[in-house]
């Protein structure tokens, strides 16, 4: 089932944009009906006072595009206008203490840049090559055995600025701050899926506590929008993020520098601030979409093959249509001729040549449109979040198979018309 | 239209709130409320109000449910959440606050100083 992620994915955004489009739709004609309403009550005619509502609203593209932002980014981070500055501290000789103080340096250096609107570091960018992940525990746990575990849940060391660079929206209390230090108590930012599972509520569990496997409590002071960590497909997971001062340095680290304008204007200035603050730091440097290209390679090339596997099956079918279609057509030519030749109709030639042909086709439709609604489940799997028995893919399906049924029977069927009685008597 | 004024920028998620507690409303409906609670003083743009509703909906202030409207018409309806309502009061109290203050400071007279 891995292998399907992918096209689960794939299927099920395409679903919900166009689910949501067409709810947007909807709620802007009856916005648009209700301002026509009253523009027709003061006395304009209807398709006036529908002009009148439409220019008044403005921009319908625009308008869309605000509202799929507003609703959020799809991975739970936004890579558009973000710069990824990856750097190997621990090649470079830092180690130990050094490293957090390089990482502060860094980050207020890149601050400064004109463009630059936030700077967040991460030790593990979402999304790459896999997650750190550890296990927690309710704060009522006093068994802290990982039988005993409320959720395993993504870890992120984070430094406070980070939400703001990778447009991770903070939903209710606050983020991180350069106080929440080795010398403050522990805390940590959750996400909803987290809140919900471990908390006990989604909204309110800002100042409740959890527990991590070392017994330590660890108060919740933000709650953020759920994301992608591991996989593209994955259902939402828990994820919580903790201050990079509180956690042992890691040496392997994300700087997200977050512009207002295309971020690879800003890369010569980047770069040259890296150098400056240390020379023979080896660092890369890339867009964090460039990044995301990389990383979802794998997940791409298994979508190309599922597509190029179900091209190859609907080939298949084209040519064993065609073929039983056409074979029953030879078969059948002299009758054929025949019928002509007492003067049957277009239509009855094509009954008597293609009839069993299309019978065929619509037994076998159905059974495999019936087999695909009882196998539902495993579709549902497949097609996250779209029902399989939703009109749309079913109609879909049908109409599909219905058309390439129909290029394959087109050849034979013309065949079968263009029968020539007297030939076929003359070959006698 | 001269003596509208536009609304600040961050006040627009205070005021669909607001206009919200007083019943569920449909977009339309929350432009007409918002004019009438202010006396027709503010103006919000058509266009600009609903990426705010998604944005509500979407922190779990508002939720939002499909019904009639008083023009018999399919509607969108939106009502406030119990943490919809918790942030109305808050927002509440801090616009109150700022307001406090910066009248206070724009009273101010030279020989208070």
Redesign the interface.
Not at chain 2, 26 to 29: E, M, Q, T
Not at chain 2, 45 to 48: D, L, P, R
Not at chain 2, 73 to 76: F, L, M, Q, T
């Given at each position: 089932m891995k292998l399907l992620d992918p096209l689960r994915f794939r299927i099920a955004t395409l679903f919900r944009r166009s689910e949501m489009n067409a709810e947007m739709d909807e709620e802007l004609r009856s916005h648009l009906q209700h301002r026509a309403d009253d523009l027709e009550r003061s006395g304009l005619s209807r398709a006036e006072a529908e002009r009148r509502a439409r220019i008044e609203f403005g921009g319908y593209q625009r308008f869309k595009e605000e509202c799929h932002e507003a609703v959020g980014s799809r991975f739970g981070f936004e890579p558009r206008n973000a710069m990824l500055v990856e750097t190997a501290l621990g090649m470079a000789g830092y180690s130990g203490d050094q490293v957090p103080v390089m990482q502060k340096r860094m980050i207020d250096a890149l601050e400064t840049i004109p463009g630059v609107q936030s700077v967040g570091l991460v030790d593990r960018l979402p999304l790459y090559y896999g997650a750190n992940g550890s296990n927690v525990f309710s704060d009522q746990t006093t068994d802290l055995r990982p039988a005993n575990t409320t959720a395993h849940a993504m870890m992120y060391d984070i430094s406070p600025d980070y939400f703001d660079a990778a447009g991770t929206s903070l939903l209710t209390g606050r983020k991180l701050s350069w106080h929440d230090d080795k010398n403050s108590p522990r805390v940590a930012v959750v996400n909803r899926e987290f809140a919900r599972r471990v908390l006990g509520s989604a909204t309110d569990g800002v100042c409740r506590y959890y527990k991590m496997p070392d017994g330590s409590r660890v108060q919740v002071v933000g709650i953020v929008e759920d994301g992608k960590y591991a996989t593209l497909a994955e259902d939402p997971e828990p994820a919580m993020f903790l201050p990079m001062q509180q956690q042992p340095a890691s040496n392997e680290s994300a700087l997200v520098v977050r512009s207002d304008r295309d971020p690879r204007q800003l890369a010569e200035a980047i770069s040259n601030t890296v150098k400056d603050l240390d020379a023979g730091l080896p660092f890369t440097l890339r867009t964090w979409n460039q990044e995301l290209e990389s990383a979802l390679f794998p997940s791409r090339m298994a979508t190309l093959a599922l597509g190029v596997l179900g091209m190859m099956g609907a080939v298949l079918s084209i040519t064993g249509i065609f073929g039983m279609a056409a074979y029953s057509v030879s078969k059948r030519l002299r009758e054929l001729g025949i019928r002509v030749a007492l003067g049957a109709q277009r239509n009855e030639v094509l009954q008597a040549a293609l009839g069993r042909a299309i019978k065929l086709l619509a037994i076998g439709s159905a059974a495999g449109l019936l087999l695909g609604i009882l196998a539902s489940r495993v579709l549902a799997f497949i097609v996250y979040q779209a029902s399989p028995r939703d009109p749309q893919v079913l109609g879909g399906v049908v109409l599909a198979m219905a058309l390439l049924g129909l290029l394959a029977t087109w050849i034979p069927a013309r065949r079968a018309l263009k029968v020539d009685p007297m030939m076929l008597l003359r070959e006698e | 239209m001269t003596d509208q004024a536009q609304i600040l920028p961050g006040t627009l998620d205070l005021l669909i709130l607001r206009a919200v507690s007083l019943g569920p409303l449909?977009?339309?409906?929350i432009l007409l409320r918002i004019g009438q609670i202010s006396g027709n003083a503010l103006l919000i743009?058509?266009?600009?109000l609903?990426?705010?509703l998604?944005?509500l909906v979407?922190?779990?202030l508002l939720k939002a449910s499909w019904g009639t409207?008083e023009?018999n018409?399919?509607?969108?309806f939106y009502e406030l959440?119990?943490?919809g309502r918790r942030r109305l009061r808050e927002e509440t109290d801090n616009w109150n606050r700022l307001v406090a203050a910066i009248t206070s400071a724009l009273a101010a007279q030279p020989e208070e100083v």
């Open positions: - | 449909h977009g339309y409906g743009e058509q266009g600009a609903y990426p705010g998604f944005r979407r922190q779990g409207s023009n018409r399919r509607a969108k959440t119990a943490s």
